[in-house]
Structures are given as C-alpha cells and as structure tokens.
C-alpha cells in the first residue's frame, strides 16, 4: 500500500495579490495600512524587481495620490520635476511648456526606483507577507465564492494553497493571472503600430533640461532623462529588428542626425548599457474584472511607451482597486469593486487614444506614405501654433481632465 501524500499546506487571507510591480506593491500598502490582511506572491527576487528597468515618468495626480497615502516620501525629495517638453523637427526646436497650460508636472522617477520604495515600505517598514521567487501559480474557484491560489515554496519545492475572497492579478501580460481571461470572459483588443522602438540606456549625462521628441524623415527619435549621470534614448526601427544590428557608433550617429537642431546643445555620447527592440503594440482587457479576479496594471492593458502611460495606468487602477477592497471589507460595501472595470477602463482609453494619436505625429513623417506624412506635419504644426490644440495636447499629455480618479 502506498503512503499518503502530504496535503497542501493550506492558509486563509482575506487578499492574494500576485506580481510585486508598482500595482501590486501600491494595494499591497493600502490594504496593509487599513488593516486588511493579504500575502503578494512574485515570481522574481526582490533583487530582480528592484532592477528591472522600465518606464520613469510619473503623473502629478498620481504624485498626489501616492503621497496621500504616505508612500511618495523618497519620490518627492529624489525625483525632478518637468513642464516642458521640446519638439524638434526640421533642424529646428519647438519648447512646449505644458505646465503653463495645466499647472501639473511630470516627475522623473524611474520605476526600480519606485518599487524599491514599496517594498522597503510593505515588507520592511509596515511588516507585510511577500513572498518572491515563486513558481507555478494557478488559481482556483474564481467564479466561487472561495477562490484559492496554489503555487510552489521555491526553497522547499512544497505545493502551498491560500484560501482568500478576493485576488488582485498585477503579474503583468505574462503572468497567471491573465491566462484566465478566456474568450467566454471578456474580450482583448489590441493594436499594432507597426514599427518597433530601439530602447537605449546610455552611461551619459542628459543633453536638454527636457523629454526630447525627434521627428524626422529617417525615423522617430526620444531623449529622456534618467537620472544625473543616464539617459534614456529611442529609435524607431524596423519591427522584430535585431539589436545587435545597432553597434554603438551606429547608434550615436543616427541620434544625432533625428536629434540635431539648430541652437541644441550637442549629445553627450557614453556606453550603452540596455539596448533591446520593443515592438510597439498596446492591449486592453474587457472588462477588468473575472469574478473573485480583479486585473490591474499589465495584466489588464498596454499602452505602448508613446506618452509614458503605462506606470501611471497601474497606479490608477491600484488606488481604485485598493479603496474597493478597503470599502468592502469594512463596511460590505461592494459599489467600488462592483464599478471598478468600467472607472478603470474610462482612464485605460482615454490613455490609448491619446497614444494612437500621438504615435501618428510621431511616426508618420517616417512612414513612407506621403499622405500621413502631410497630416502628421498638420497635426504637429496646430499641436504648436493653436492655444485650443495646445491646452488640449497638455491635458491628455500630463493626464489632467481624463475619466476617473484625478
């Protein structure tokens, strides 16, 4: 007779979050602070999620936000603030001061940055239960009324299970959670830019004060700063290009031949050391909400890094999702989490049309077709010369005046 398996070690938590990004980590605090008990599982090392680059701009209102809840401290004294951003087009420069136009700032914060702070603040400060380098999450029961969320111990190799009422899905577009969204839940849309971004990180102090936008006949060129000593940089490429097709020399010189304008403060040139192709294409998830699943972040849309919206997007559907889960376990108050796919999802479009838009004054100069070229040129061109189309472009462009939380 053969001896009985062990069961699955089995614990109760009121929430199970699963990713530790920027969505993840933000309902994690919220819900850590209000005394709502919940564990966040993450696939990766705390040591990975601290590094991961990725995107750097932060709105003002989610400033605002995330320092209401006492979790922009370091943010506000570490980050700069920006109001402008400079077009340059045809050897010439273009300042375009949006915070004239809206009173909102973007702050430079890049996003290892930010989730560091998190961490610090859930694990270390406020004592939560994370749990890092997990493997084989699955969930079950999510239509039930008891949803659990097994996954494998990675020092022991044992199989847990945590019974919880609600799990949060900020694993990305990747990750478990997602996988769930079948097409007899909901619906995924998505769009493709057709051309493909050369994302750079270069060791070299920023060359403008300001996010730069090249728009030229060869392709699509950024300038963004990332901190004293980094900068991050763009190229529009080919989709599926090879980066090793970009040796550095290569690289620099079509930076600044899409960046050169008349009066521009040369670049200063270092060593590359983050050079991948990003295909861009954006996705959105509908509705947000799957039963006792709740998607924030990636896991429930994309936006192609055109405008710097995707952190903001996370942190949006955080706050909400967080301040519904908040409602609903101390009061019983189900309006927030019952709403919660369509206040997101108001943001969430808002945010990809803007995108859409943007992309087509960005990309179509390069495009090859002269009809999109000529209607880009036109859109720039009001984008800088009308005050309606310039109040317009600073609301979208900072995020003030779109659906839901501001």
Not at 172 to 196: C, F, I, L, S
Not at 326 to 335: E, K, N, R, T
Not at 374 to 387: D, E, K, Q, Y
Request: with cysteine; net charge negative; hydrophobic share 40%.
């Amino acid at each position: 007779m053969s001896p009985t398996p062990n069961p699955t070690p089995v614990q109760r938590v009121p929430v199970v979050i699963v990713g530790a990004g920027p969505a993840g980590l933000t309902i994690g605090n919220i819900l850590r602070a209000a005394s709502v008990d919940c564990v966040i599982l993450e696939t990766e090392s705390r040591e990975f999620i601290e590094q991961r680059p990725r995107a750097g701009f932060i709105e003002e209102w989610a400033v605002r936000a995330l320092r209401e809840r006492g979790l922009a401290d370091r943010l506000v004294e570490r980050a700069r603030a920006h109001g402008e951003c400079e077009f340059r087009t045809g050897g010439r420069r273009h300042r375009f001061r949006y915070a004239e136009l809206t009173g909102d700032h973007h702050f430079v914060y890049p996003q290892p940055l930010l989730v560091t702070d998190l961490v610090r603040e859930y694990a270390d400060v406020r004592g939560g239960d994370i749990r890092f380098g997990v493997r084989d999450v699955a969930l079950h029961g999510i239509d039930g009324d008891q949803p659990s969320v097994l996954y494998t111990d990675p020092v022991s190799g044992e199989r847990r299970r945590i019974d919880c009422e609600i799990i949060a899905g900020c694993d990305g577009a990747r990750g478990a959670t997602r996988t769930y969204v079948t097409p007899d839940r909901g619906t995924v849309a998505r769009y493709d830019y057709g051309v493909g971004w050369l994302a750079l990180l270069a060791e070299a102090p920023p060359s403008s004060d300001c996010v730069v936008f090249g728009v030229h006949p060869r392709g699509f060129a950024a300038h963004m700063a990332r901190g004293p000593q980094v900068t991050r940089y763009y190229l529009e490429v080919t989709p599926g290009e090879d980066p090793e097709n970009w040796p550095h020399d290569r690289v620099w010189s079509e930076l600044h031949a899409r960046l050169s304008a008349t009066g521009a403060q040369p670049l200063t040139e270092g060593a590359l050391i983050e050079k991948r192709v990003l295909d861009m294409h954006s996705y959105v998830v509908e509705p947000m909400a799957h039963g006792r699943l709740f998607l924030a972040g990636d896991s429930a849309h994309l936006v192609a890094p055109i405008a710097a919206k995707g952190m903001n997007l996370a942190l949006h559907d955080a706050l909400l999702l967080a301040d519904g889960l908040i409602a609903y376990f101390g009061s019983g108050d189900g309006s927030g989490l019952r709403g919660y796919s369509a206040a997101c999802l108001t943001r969430v479009w808002e945010y990809q049309e803007f995108s859409q838009w943007f992309a087509e004054l960005l990309h179509g100069p390069s495009s090859g077709d002269p009809f999109r070229a000529g209607s880009a040129g036109a859109r720039l061109r009001r984008l800088l010369g009308s005050p309606g189309a310039s109040a317009a472009f600073a609301d979208s462009y900072i995020g003030v005046g779109t659906g839901g939380r501001a």
